[in-house]
Structures are given as structure tokens and as C-alpha cells.
């Protein structure tokens, strides 16, 4: 299988109280099929795909809160998870395997 790389954004939430320790991933909707064409991309429009991330972001968040943008890399595309089933409903034990 050949590689997919995306833009992954790195964010910091600040919140009414103050800037969190947490640092929020984001990936790009955008796929390349090479680390070289997502780096040439990100070298181009580096200025546009900063701005226009946070402010997507943070047109999305509860008043009061926003994100600042940490840093953009490429970076390979993720396995998918696989999805497993709800328990049964008679199913008390908690165990989900």
C-alpha cells in the first residue's frame, strides 16, 4: 500500500480561564501522494494554510474559547481504527471484546 501524507496541525485551546497544557492534532482534509508534494504545498501556501486553519477552527468553537497555532508538518496518514460493536444491552460486564 502506497503512502498518504496530510497536513497535521498542532494547536494549543485557550479557554476563559487561560491557555491549556493540552495540545490538540489536526489533520488535513487534503491528501498527498508524497511527503514532497505535501512539503512543497505547505512551503507555497504556508501563510494561507496557517490562517485560514485557525480561523476554520476557531469559527467552530463555543464563544470565549480559540485555538493558536503550535505548528503544521507533513506527517503520514494514520491507520484507520477499526470500529468495534456496542455491547449487548443484557451485556453487564463491561467488557466490550
Known amino acids: 500500500m502506497d503512502k498518504v501524507f496530510m497536513l497535521l496541525f498542532s494547536f ?3 479557554t476563559p480561564d ?17 511527503k514532497e508534494a505535501c512539503e512543497e504545498t505547505l512551503s507555497n501556501w504556508s501563510y494561507l494554510i496557517k490562517n485560514g486553519a485557525v480561523t476554520q477552527l476557531n469559527n467552530m468553537l463555543k464563544e470565549g474559547y480559540e485555538v493558536n497555532l503550535k505548528g503544521v508538518v507533513c506527517a503520514e496518514q494514520p491507520p484507520k481504527i ?15 471484546d
Open 18 to 34: 487561560g491557555p491549556r497544557d493540552e495540545v490538540l492534532h489536526v489533520y488535513s482534509a487534503k491528501h498527498f501522494v508524497s
Open 82 to 96: 477499526e470500529e468495534k460493536s456496542a455491547p449487548a444491552k443484557n451485556d453487564v460486564s463491561g467488557n466490550r
Open 12 to 14: 494549543v485551546l485557550a
